[in-house]
C-alpha cells in the first residue's frame, strides 16, 4: 500500500496545528479525514486540500463521546477508506491556577485530550492492525514538563506520553508505531488565546517567548506539520516510543 491510497485521520482539524497537518499530509499523498466538532468547521481545511488536488472529507464528532467516535470511524471507512494513521490533535485549555480551577475545567481537558485519543486509538487500531501497518501521533507540548496555571493541561499532556509509549509496546508487533509530538510555542488561535487571559497583546506575547527561545522564534503550526509528516512517512517505520520536543531548542 503507498501513500496514495493510505487514509488518515486528522482530530481537532479545523484551524491550527490539526489543519496544518491534514494539508501537509494531504500533499504527502494521504486520502485526509478532517475530524472536529462540528463537520461545518472542518470544511475551510477539506476547500484548500481539494483546492490543491487532494482528497480530504470532513466529519463532525466529539472524541471524548464513545458512541460519535465509532460513528465517525466507520463514515471515514465508508468514504475513505480504513485508516491506518491517526494524528490525535483535538484539544481545548481551561486555564487557572488549581485553587480556581473548577471541576469542570478538569474534566474537560482530560476527555478532550486523554479520553480523545484513547477512545480514536481503539477505534482505529483494529483497521491498522488488520493491514499489518499503522502510526498513531499524538500530540503532547512541552508544557507536559509542568505549567504555571495548566495542572489540567499539564497533566493530560504528560499522560499522553505515557499513553503513546504503551501503545508502541502493544502495537509494534503488528506494525504499528507510535509517537508523540509535543510542541513548545506555537503561534495559534490558543496561544492568542493565553496571550489575552494574561493581559498582553498578541505580538507582544510572542516577542517575549521568541526571546527565551535558541533560534530566537516562535513556532508555527507547519512546524509541527513537518515533524508530524515524518513520523507517519514509511521511512519512520523504526521510531516508535518517542516524544519529540519541537519547540526551537532544548527544555530545560
Known amino acids: 500500500m503507498t501513500e496514495q491510497n493510505r487514509v488518515a485521520i486528522v482530530t481537532g482539524a479545523a484551524r491550527g496545528i490539526g489543519a496544518a497537518t491534514a494539508i501537509r499530509l494531504a500533499a504527502d499523498g494521504y486520502a485526509v479525514a478532517v475530524i472536529d466538532l462540528e463537520e461545518s468547521a472542518g470544511k475551510d481545511t477539506v476547500e484548500k486540500i481539494t483546492a490543491a488536488g ?28 480504513a485508516p491506518t494513521i491517526l494524528v490525535n490533535n483535538a484539544g481545548v485549555l481551561r486555564d487557572n491556577l488549581l485553587f480556581k480551577m473548577s471541576e469542570s475545567d478538569w474534566d474537560t481537558v482530560m476527555n478532550v485530550h486523554l479520553k480523545g485519543a ?46 503513546t509509549k504503551t501503545l508502541a509496546k502493544e502495537l509494534g508487533k503488528f506494525g504499528v ?60 517505520g523504526f521510531v516508535s516510543g518517542q516524544v519529540i520536543y519541537v519547540a526551537g531548542g532544548p527544555l530545560d
Open 54 to 81: 487532494g482528497k480530504a472529507l470532513a466529519v463532525g464528532a466529539d472524541v471524548s463521546n464513545a458512541e460519535q467516535v465509532a460513528a465517525a470511524v466507520d463514515r471515514v471507512v465508508a468514504e475513505l477508506g
Open 177 to 236: 508505531t507510535a509517537n508523540a509530538v509535543a510542541p513548545g510555542f506555537i503561534a495559534t488561535d490558543m496561544t492568542a488565546a493565553t496571550a489575552e487571559r494574561v493581559g498582553m497583546g498578541f505580538e507582544e506575547f510572542k516577542a517575549a517567548a521568541a526571546s527565551m527561545i535558541p533560534v530566537n522564534r516562535v513556532g508555527v503550526p507547519d512546524d509541527i506539520a513537518h515533524t508530524v509528516s515524518f513520523l507517519v512517512s514509511e521511512g519512520a
Open 118 to 163: 484513547f477512545l480514536m486509538s481503539k477505534a482505529c487500531q483494529k483497521h491498522m492492525v488488520d493491514a499489518g501497518y499503522g502510526r498513531i501521533v499524538n500530540l503532547s507540548s512541552s508544557s507536559a514538563l509542568g505549567n504555571r496555571g495548566q495542572a489540567n493541561y499539564s497533566a493530560a499532556k504528560a499522560g499522553l506520553q505515557g499513553f
